[in-house]
C-alpha cells in the first residue's frame, strides 16, 4: 500500500505501522492529516485503535480500510471515531478516491477550501 500512496504526488507518507499499538506511538509524534487503518491488525484491531486515536487527534481524519465493511456498523465505526469505512473490494483506488473526498469536506468544515 505505501508504494502505491508514494506515487501519488499530492500525498505525503509519514511513516507507517505494523500494528494498532504501534499506530498510536506514531500518529502520537507525527499528528497526520488522515490516518489509514486496517480492522485486522495485530495487538490492536484498527477500531479499537481508532477510539484511542479520535481521543488524542480529534482532527485527523481516522479511515478503516477492510475487507469486514459489511460488518461494521456505522454506528459503532462513528461511536469511536471512524470517518470513514471503505471496502477493500473497492481497491487502492477507490480508497483513495474516498479520502480526497473526505478532505475536501473536511477542508471546506475548517475553513481551509
Not at 461511536?79 to 473497492?90: M, Q
Amino acid at each position: 500500500m505505501r508504494g502505491f500512496f508514494e506515487t501519488l504526488s499530492q500525498w505525503k507518507i509519514v511513516d507507517e505501522a505494523g500494528d494498532g499499538v504501534e499506530a498510536i506511538r506514531i500518529a502520537q509524534l507525527l499528528k497526520p492529516d488522515v490516518i489509514l487503518l486496517d480492522f485486522s491488525m495485530p495487538k490492536l484491531n484498527g477500531i479499537k485503535a481508532a477510539s484511542v486515536l479520535k481521543k488524542m487527534l480529534p482532527r485527523t481524519q481516522v479511515v478503516v480500510f477492510t475487507v469486514f465493511d459489511d460488518a461494521l456498523s456505522s454506528r459503532i465505526c462513528l461511536s469511536v471515531g471512524v470517518d470513514l469505512v471503505v471496502s477493500k473490494a473497492e481497491g487502492l483506488s477507490g480508497l483513495v478516491n474516498a479520502v480526497q473526498e473526505i478532505m475536501r469536506i473536511d477542508s471546506r468544515i475548517n475553513g481551509q477550501a
